[in-house]
């Protein structure tokens, strides 16, 4: 079982920037396909960005706004978000995946707004 812990959402401005955060308990976190899911009130969750080793993947809504990262000693995956949309605005939940094993963060709120 993999802990997943979200966190760095809130308030923000349109065209500002927040940082998320999400750490892992496992000791396999290299090995995980790491993940950015956002869900908004009344539509289906979809994948926001994704990373393994260097590869990245990211839907076209953000491309060019948000950069995935991760720093594996330190079992933490990043979504640093700029230029922020209110169309931005969901609940986030981080993913980590390998093979047949997805678990999930409790995710953090995301809301833009002037």
């Known amino acids: 079982q993999v802990q997943l812990v979200d966190s760095g959402g809130g308030l923000v401005q349109p065209g500002g920037s927040l940082r998320l955060s999400c750490t892992a308990s496992t000791i396999y976190f290299s090995y995980y396909v790491m993940g950015w899911y956002r869900q908004a009130p009344g539509k289906q969750r979809e994948l926001v960005a994704s990373?393994?080793?260097?590869?990245?993947n990211y839907v076209e809504s953000v491309k060019g706004r948000f950069t995935i990262s991760r720093d594996n000693p330190k079992k933490t995956v990043y979504l640093q978000m700029n230029d922020v949309k209110p169309e931005d605005t969901a609940v986030y939940y981080c993913?980590?995946?390998?093979?047949?094993?997805?678990?999930w963060g409790q995710g953090t709120q995301v809301t833009v707004s002037s």
């Open positions: 990373i393994f080793n260097s590869y990245t």
């Open positions: 993913s980590a995946n390998w093979g047949d094993h997805t678990y």
